[in-house]
């Protein structure tokens, strides 16, 4: 992850997450948070009632009044800040990719003239030109030339990537600025509607809008805390036939400890954290719904080239023919390639390395080094002592033995097509007129791909890969690299063929793509995502795009999508689970005065019937500031079956959620009763 | 020897749930058995009686509304019965027409399979009234319960093609379930010394000299369904602990299973249909572990008896006897306390009224929760809702949008399931609460402080539950009673009834995600555990302030 952002919490982000916490009282914004309105409801009445005792006859309570206001007031702040902090974290990353978009002038083609006007006079379909050190002034597709563009303002990459016209390289970003070379760009957004605006206003939380299953969940929680209300509201006349007189303060006090606010008041930052987090890793989320759904995925479709193998053909094995030994045909092939600077030459002499072979290196000193060309398909070095080495395809390599009057080892052709059936590439290596061996190419899985799927196959997703090569390769590569799926001499219809034929199953389905050619797969899939150096038409179908263009960060999305689920069910179960010890310290409380015998359901043995309300109510007011950092980064998660993975969360968050305000509640009644 | 009778009958109940609950799935299956030859040609000639041509499957929606449809009939009939069955045929005993409020009360009460009784049997009701009304509507209002249970099923383990047929089901619960095993059990209770009679009642000039009405009439039959179909209304104002409808321990427990086996059943047949009988069984045992825990509550408090009537000296190594019939014992009335309550049959076999604070404690919690076996049909459409709360809660956390058999549970269904969950503790509370506040209300409790908190709790916890048992010290034939009741059985049937079809329908046109490592699965012991701990959690904790102050408070106060 070579431009991984780095997630900010610098002292200006508290400090206006703080300044927004009092901002964000305002009940028409509280409102949208059922739960959290509900506190701020019960909050204004305490508050009522501490400003006017008499009115309300509560002057001998204005003390433990003011404090549960006080306790209410922070629970409510302590929710928004949440909410803030996690605002703020998208913000900040959103002013760093703001700092690209400064207006700059752009060079418009109007007939023949060339004008200079502002970047946001321009419109789509204007045609710009762009010359070397300018910045491009909008998004768009290169009609004509090529140059190196510096787009780390978007990916952090400082390397500078070509773009040219027709092609999958043709896309520019807005803001990224063009180091060499001069291009002609036709603008495809309006101001206001490109690329990193869109982005901008998605980190920002500025156009979020609910995941489904965040709305499923508040309506969850909006019910629970209709129950909690009406077991509330019915407690007091209930117990008023029993002549025990509850007080309005106490009756709030129990009714916010009962409501889930827990998971109320950190629900919004776990879903915009969980936004920031697929930002950190240089992907963009078109919307929360789509980083949902990635945690849902079944199957995955990933091209082979680029994502699994490193799409070059890599050196992996050398077989003699005829009479010559391995460490001859290692030897000559090895001689070959000494100033050959081709992946496939550097990867002879790191296979030589890795097989512990050696090589004399002197030998080559002063040869004239041979380049391929398409016509002779073989490369090589004379040396100086008059011999000349070549290595090549085999046909070629095998005439111009014989044009030198050699003689072609029996097994040669028997050992070529053995390599090719495989699915790699024989190359021949030869020293004048005798053929020594074959070196076996072939596409070469990246390290740690096969343990990667061996991962999702735990997750329960199944991967198939996509390419063009014939089938006996593709099957190769498959094995080797461990997908459960092949798709051989694949074209982009099939593509789609695939996502429908999983979809109609039921599956949801997660697919990369770069080119134009991807664009209605991309469409297709569940969660589709682009690589930020294909094209636009791609980019506008997907709902992510990868700044890096890494297309197995798919991988982590799926993590990431899974993660968000994961830490709003476990704070839910932690929250619902927390109930038990709250019920256990505020009823025996609240009827311990007029029915002493209560007492035996006092099993932590608080201090007092006023400080066992108080601590309870404190516990669930620092339990959200203690529970931000895990709503933040979310809940860990390492891939394994679901039924290992819920037991376990089950454990921390269900029984955790038991025990702990247990230990909590005690914990803050030791202190409490020290005053009360 | 208390807990061998227990078990024996627990034992008897296991073994009787595959067969019963796979019969109950060949019924409903729509495919071609056996069975077919001998009740087919009695249905179709009710097909051709009541004009039913085309039995193509419902949408749930219309599967609702035929069923509510074919309920407000049968409703307005019985009441009219009620008005006027003074005048009307088989009145042997010139029993009067019943009041406007009782009336009401009495049909929403059958209707609803709550079969909650303000009038007292004996007294209140001819034996046309006991037949055509009472004894009809338990077996209509069983198989209303019985047919949303299989179309729910049906919803949430089919893909697409509706519900099902509700006429044909609702005459196939007839032809095939309750009538057959109704006639079976009426014979074997007549067997047993249950009186089965149209004669009038007896009268006898006893030894002392006085002259004594002995109540009769046709007892068996009506018991019979009483229990099979949950109902729970007695022949006799002491239910299940007059001698005639419950005469010795065999007819105890032959009552016992009739009411229990059909409910416990049901997990399994959802098994059957879901294909997947693991599945069946774990939530059958979820059922089985609340069953066992609230039957330990009752009977240990019951054998420990009142500390204040040991405090006087008096031996109660027998247990608390206080309202219990000797020929059953403590075993006995604990087991079929929990059992009525759990089924919520409402039957009675000992006074619950006298029932000591924790033993009342355990039967007002099972019919709170509602899905401990629960009635014909609903307790299990409840337990299966607490089944998707667990899901969707836990469901999450192993990072996947919440599935239950293969659908996912968004947004649609929670709105729905919010209605059937919030009903529930607002039926109650708030008219307990109500009940509190009126003399109205006040006036009815025969005893004061925690007891009388009970009282009125327990009448309309089971009246929202459709139990229909009480806590009978209560003064409840008055128009407040009978109206707010009358409601809230209203309410408690077909509000959760609704809003569980149309979760159903919701989840019958999803496509269903294929199960894979990573899907939360619902057929395992750890689910089974989930399952219980949800229904705990939201079920028990929304009533545990109220039971604090009744049945709680009373026992601390009086240990």
Redesign the interface.
């Known amino acids: 992850m070579s431009g991984q952002r780095k997630s900010m919490l610098t002292g200006s982000i508290v400090k206006h997450a703080l300044k927004d916490s009092f901002i964000k009282l305002n009940p028409v914004v509280m409102m949208k948070n059922p739960v959290m309105f509900v506190v701020e409801v019960g909050t204004f009445v305490v508050l009522l009632m501490v400003l006017f005792p008499a009115y309300f006859n509560t002057g001998g309570r204005t003390g433990f009044n003011l404090t549960v206001f006080l306790i209410l007031l922070f629970t409510v702040l302590f929710a928004n800040f949440a909410e803030a902090l996690a605002e703020g974290r998208g913000k900040a990353q959103a002013d760093s990719l703001k700092k690209s978009k400064k207006e700059t002038t752009a060079n418009k083609v109007v007939g023949a003239d060339i004008k200079v006007v502002n970047s946001t006079e321009l419109r789509k379909g204007d045609i710009v030109i762009v010359s070397q050190g300018e910045m491009i002034p909008g998004d768009g597709e290169v009609i004509e030339g090529l140059a190196s563009v510096d787009e780390s303002a978007i990916t952090g990459e400082s390397a500078p990537v070509i773009k040219e016209a027709g092609g999958d390289f043709s896309s520019v970003t807005g803001g990224t600025r063009v180091v060499s070379d001069r291009i002609k760009v036709v603008i495809t957004s309006d101001p206001g509607e490109s690329f990193i605006d869109r982005m901008i206003s998605l980190v920002e939380g500025a156009s979020r809008q609910k995941t489904?299953?965040e709305?499923?969940?508040n309506?969850?929680l909006?019910?629970?805390t209709?129950?909690?209300l009406?077991?509330?509201?019915?407690?007091?006349?209930?117990?008023?036939?029993?002549g025990?007189a509850l007080d309005v303060p106490v009756l709030i006090s129990?009714l916010v400890c009962?409501i889930p606010t827990t998971i109320g008041g950190l629900l919004s930052a776990i879903g915009i954290a969980g936004m920031d987090r697929v930002t950190q890793f240089n992907v963009l989320a078109m919307s929360g719904k789509a980083v949902?759904a990635s945690?849902?995925i079944?199957t995955m479709i990933l091209d082979k080239t680029g994502t699994i193998t490193y799409g070059n053909r890599m050196a992996s094995q050398f077989i003699p023919a005829g009479d010559a030994s391995l460490t001859e045909t290692a030897y000559w092939a090895a001689v070959s390639s000494l100033k050959d600077e081709t992946p496939e030459g550097r990867s002879v002499l790191e296979l030589m390395k890795k097989q512990s072979m050696g090589y004399d290196e002197s030998i080559a000193a002063g040869g004239d080094f041979i380049e391929f060309k398409a016509e002779t398909r073989m490369s090589g070095i004379d040396l100086q002592d008059g011999r000349h080495v070549r290595k090549g395809a085999v046909d070629a390599v095998r005439q111009w033995v014989l044009s030198q009057g050699g003689s072609i080892p029996s097994d040669l052709s028997a050992k070529s097509d053995a390599i090719a059936s495989e699915g790699g590439t024989p190359l021949a290596v030869a020293v004048d007129s005798s053929i020594y061996g074959l070196i076996h190419l072939k596409d070469t899985v990246k390290p740690g791909m096969k343990e990667r799927f061996e991962q999702l196959?735990?997750?329960?997703?199944?991967t198939i890969m996509c390419t063009g090569d014939n089938p006996l390769t593709a099957a190769t590569i498959a094995r080797e690299a461990g997908v459960d799926e092949f798709i051989a001499e694949s074209k982009p219809e099939d593509k789609i063929a695939v996502i429908r034929r999983e979809q109609a199953?039921?599956?949801?389905v997660a697919m990369t793509g770069d080119g134009t050619n991807d664009a209605p797969a991309l469409a297709q899939a569940d969660v589709g995502i682009a690589m930020n150096s294909g094209t636009v038409a791609a980019k506008e179908a997907a709902n992510m795009v990868d700044l890096d263009s890494d297309p197995s960060k798919l991988i982590e999305v799926v993590a990431i999508?899974?993660?968000l689920?994961?830490t709003?069910?476990?704070l839910?179960?932690f929250s619902?689970?927390n109930?038990?010890a709250k019920?256990f310290a505020i009823?025996p409380a609240m009827?311990m005065v007029a029915?002493p015998?209560?007492q035996?359901?006092n099993v932590m043995h608080l201090g007092s019937p006023l400080s066992a309300i108080l601590s309870a109510l404190i516990f669930n007011a620092v339990i959200i500031p203690l529970l931000i950092p895990l709503a933040m980064k979310g809940v860990k998660?390492k891939p394994m079956?679901?039924?290992r993975?819920?037991?376990r969360?089950?454990m921390i968050?269900?029984l955790g959620g038991v025990i702990a305000p247990f230990a909590g509640i005690k914990l803050i009644d030791l202190i409490v009763h020290l005053w009360i | 020897m208390d807990i061998l009778q227990i078990c024996i009958v627990i034992v008897v109940l296991l073994l009787l749930v595959k067969p019963v609950g796979s019969y109950v799935y060949h019924v409903f299956s729509n495919e071609e058995n056996r069975t077919d030859k001998i009740f087919g040609p009695v249905e179709k000639l009710l097909y051709q009686i009541i004009g039913l041509k085309n039995r193509s499957s419902m949408s749930w929606k219309k599967y609702a509304l035929s069923m509510i449809a074919t309920n407000i009939i049968l409703v307005a009939v019985s009441y009219l019965v009620l008005r006027l069955m003074g005048g009307l045929p088989v009145n042997p005993n010139q029993t009067g027409n019943m009041e406007a409020s009782l009336s009401f009360n009495t049909v929403i009460s059958f209707m609803t399979n709550t079969n909650l009784q303000h009038y007292s049997g004996e007294s209140g009701m001819s034996y046309f009234g006991q037949m055509i009304v009472i004894t009809m509507m338990m077996f209509t209002s069983a198989a209303s319960g019985l047919v949303i249970a299989i179309a729910f099923i049906r919803g949430v383990t089919r893909r697409g093609g509706g519900l099902g047929n509700f006429f044909e089901d609702f005459v196939k619960a007839h032809t095939r379930l309750f009538l057959p095993l109704a006639l079976i059990v009426t014979l074997v209770l007549v067997g047993l010394q249950v009186p089965q009679t149209l004669d009038p009642n007896v009268t006898v000039n006893t030894l002392g000299g006085a002259v004594q009405h002995i109540a009769m009439g046709p007892v068996a039959s009506l018991e019979s369904i009483k229990h099979l179909g949950t109902n729970g209304g007695g022949f006799f104002g002491v239910n299940s602990a007059h001698p005639f409808e419950n005469p010795r321990p065999l007819t105890n427990v032959i009552e016992i299973l009739s009411m229990w086996t059909i409910s416990a059943s049901l997990p399994y047949t959802f098994g059957r249909f879901a294909k997947n009988r693991k599945q069946g069984w774990i939530i059958f045992s979820a059922m089985m572990v609340l069953f066992l825990a609230f039957l330990s509550l009752t009977y240990f408090s019951e054998k420990s008896g009142n500390p204040l009537i040991h405090d006087l000296g008096i031996n109660s190594t027998q247990g608390s006897m206080e309202g219990k019939e000797v020929r059953f014992g403590v075993a006995q009335s604990a087991l079929f306390t929990t059992v009525t309550t759990a089924a919520t049959t409402g039957s009675v076999n000992n006074m619950h009224d006298t029932l000591t604070p924790l033993g009342g404690l355990a039967p007002l919690a099972e019919m709170m929760l509602n899905v401990v076996f629960g009635g014909k049909g609903v307790g299990f459409v409840n337990m299966i809702m607490y089944a998707i709360l667990g899901v969707f809660i836990c469901g999450l956390m192993v990072g996947r949008t919440p599935e239950f058999l293969g659908r996912k549970i968004e947004s649609r269904e929670m709105k729905l399931i919010a209605i059937a969950i919030l009903a529930h503790p607002l039926i109650i509370l708030a008219p307990t609460a109500i009940s509190f506040m009126t003399h109205l209300g006040t006036d009815a409790l025969s005893n004061p402080m925690y007891h009388g908190l009970s009282q009125s709790l327990y009448e309309f916890t089971s009246s929202a539950a459709n139990n229909g048992s009480g806590f009978e010290g209560l003064g409840d034939n008055t128009v407040f009673w009978n109206v707010s009741t009358g409601l809230v059985m209203l309410l408690g049937r077909y509000v959760s009834i609704i809003a569980l079809l149309g979760v159903a329908g919701s989840l019958s046109r999803k496509q269903p995600v294929p199960e894979t490592i990573g899907t939360f699965h619902t057929d395992t012991k750890l689910f089974g555990g989930i399952l219980v701990g949800t229904v705990l959690l939201i079920g028990a904790l929304t009533f545990l302030p109220v039971l604090v102050l009744g049945p709680i408070a009373e026992y601390l106060t009086l240990r």
């Not at chain 1, 407690?235 to 029993?242: D, Q």
């Not at chain 1, 196959?457 to 199944?462: A, H, Y």
């Not at chain 1, 199953?505 to 949801?508: A, Q, T, Y």
């Open positions: 489904p299953n709305i499923a969940l309506t969850l909006t019910t629970l209709l129950i909690f009406i077991v509330v509201v019915t407690l007091a006349p209930i117990a008023k036939y029993l025990v129990l009962l949902e945690g849902d079944n196959r735990e997750m329960g997703i199944k199953e039921g599956k949801l999508g899974k993660q689920l994961m709003r069910g476990a839910t179960t619902i689970a109930d038990v019920y009823i009827f029915i015998q209560m035996a359901l998660y079956s679901s039924a993975l819920l037991s969360n089950l968050f269900g």
